[in-house]
């Protein structure tokens, strides 16, 4: 089965340092990336996606995935966090169906920024 | 949020009834779909629709109904038959460019069955 997964329940970063949330997936095919983020009572909002190409995607308020093929991952990064990232970060993987493709979500990895 | 709106925000129901709940954008996108999400689980897929009067089951359909009459209209009903229907709604669209296309999400409903 198509799948991926986020090893991770929490992560815990202090302000101004660095900060991965991981996910690595499993699909047959190539694979299509994409990360999400959710603040309290929200809808989750896009954040960036892998589809071909440079292996470092860069997406919205800095944040940064690198698609590493021979480690089936794809995970989440920032140079300096901000108390505001503390969030539920999803990963998801797009997943064909014969006629139509959906999205498959991690389980969420909650990211807690402390000043 | 952009262009996709979810009604009511939160939503109470005696155990028994059956509820709608409401997604509408105006995106002009040709693909719909109702995730619902649980503590600990992630979202996981209700139904989809790619284009009007059509819709496909996901992964957890059993005590869901939904139609699409309109392109900017998918509501979904949680029947009585819906055996734990506390949970937080998620609709989504996509454009249907491909298998590449970018979903974006309302701001979601908290249903509660008293």
């Known amino acids: 089965a198509q799948s991926v997964a986020q090893p991770e329940d929490q992560v815990n970063v202090a302000e101004g340092n660095p900060l991965t949330v991981k996910c690595t997936y499993s699909?047959?095919?190539?694979?299509?990336l994409f990360w999400y983020v959710q603040y309290p009572n929200r809808g989750l909002q896009f954040l960036l996606k892998?589809?071909?190409?440079?292996?470092l995607v860069k997406g919205s308020y800095g944040f940064e995935a690198e698609f590493n093929k021979s480690q089936t991952s794809f995970h989440l990064k920032k140079p300096s966090a901000l108390v505001s990232d503390s969030a539920l970060y999803f990963c998801?993987?797009?997943?064909?169906?014969?006629?139509?493709?959906?999205?498959?979500f991690g389980t969420g990895t909650r990211l807690q920024v402390t000043l | 949020d952009g262009g996709i709106t979810q009604s009511p925000k939160y939503l109470f129901r005696k155990e028994g009834q059956n509820v709608t709940l409401s997604c509408e954008q105006n995106?002009?996108?040709?693909?719909m779909y109702w995730y619902r999400q649980d503590p600990g689980q992630g979202l996981r897929l209700i139904y989809y629709?790619?284009?009007?009067?059509?819709?496909q089951k996901g992964d957890i359909a059993e005590g869901y109904s939904v139609s699409r009459e309109k392109k900017e209209s998918f509501p979904l009903t949680v029947t009585s038959a819906q055996k734990n229907p506390t949970a937080f709604y998620l609709c989504?669209?996509?454009?249907?460019?491909?298998?590449?296309?970018?979903?974006?999400f309302g701001p979601g409903t908290r249903l509660t069955v008293l």
């Open positions: 989504a669209s996509s454009p249907v460019r491909g298998f590449t296309d970018t979903q974006y």
């Open positions: 699909v047959s095919g190539n694979p299509y």
């Open positions: 892998y589809i071909t190409g440079d292996n």
């Open positions: 998801a993987v797009r997943v064909n169906t014969g006629t139509a493709s959906k999205l498959t």
């Open positions: 995106l002009n996108h040709d693909a």
């Open positions: 629709s790619q284009i009007v009067n059509d819709f």
